[in-house]
């Protein structure tokens, strides 16, 4: 498990990714719309395109894909709790509302 700035930990599975489970205490914070969008963005930065371009084209090693992976996810996590507390509404998928 891997504590964000926020104090909530993620876990990410063994290949990885991260399971929508891990973030589930977020979900009544952020409502249903907003965790779902946000799931969906940390798997883009648990998923292997983004170590495989901090690696191969970014000469990253393995530690510092890491810390790169978390403080994108912590930014990710972030963004999604100021926007719920602050009522913000954006643009979702396909057009909707998130």
């Known amino acids: 498990m891997t ?3 926020t104090g909530l ?3 990410t599975s063994a290949d990885g990714c991260l399971p929508p489970h891990a973030a589930a205490p977020l979900k009544p914070l952020i409502g249903k719309r907003r965790f779902d ?3 969906r963005a940390l ?3 648990y998923g292997i395109e983004a170590y495989v371009v901090l ?4 000469g990253a090693r393995d530690k ?6 978390r403080w994108i996810a ?3 996590v972030d963004t999604a709790l100021r926007e719920a507390a602050n009522g913000e509404v954006r643009e979702g998928r ?3 509302r998130a």
């Open 3 to 5: 504590p964000t700035s």
């Open 43 to 45: 798997s883009v930065v």
């Open 74 to 76: 912590d930014a990710l």
């Open 37 to 39: 969008r946000l799931v």
């Open 94 to 96: 396909r057009g909707k």
């Open 55 to 58: 690696r191969d084209i970014w």
């Open 9 to 11: 930990a993620v876990q």
């Open 64 to 69: 510092e894909i890491e810390g790169i992976a």
